[in-house]
């Protein structure tokens, strides 16, 4: 998805001991596999099954979408200094035209 820019950043949550591991049940470790793409493609089969066993004991960890949020958010009350309404108002401005 965030190849076909459909989402702009993935984080992961889980948590295993004190390192954050990516989803276990899709594919990120190879891009290609038999001349198809296989990167970001769920995992079948008995490789699921250990997914969803690895899944169940890692615990959560929302502290690095946290983190970004509030990036996003800083740089966004930023672009304007001390006016946040003329930045809402500038990224809402074509849709204004186009409704009104």
Not at 44 to 57: L, P, Q, R, V
Not at 73 to 94: D, E, Y
Request: glycine share 4%; with cysteine; aromatic share 12%.
């Amino acid at each position: 998805m965030v190849r076909k820019n459909y989402l702009s950043k993935v984080i992961p949550v889980l948590k295993q001991g004190d390192k954050f591991i990516r989803n276990p049940s899709v594919i990120t470790d190879k891009y290609v596999d038999n001349g198809e793409i296989v990167y970001g493609e769920s995992v079948t089969g008995a490789e699921a099954a250990k997914a969803k066993e690895i899944a169940k004991a890692c615990t959560y960890d929302f502290s690095m979408v946290d983190a970004e949020v509030n990036r996003i958010l800083w740089t966004f009350t930023n672009l304007f200094p001390h006016c946040l309404m003329k930045s809402i108002a500038g990224v809402r401005q074509k849709k204004k035209y186009f409704w009104i």
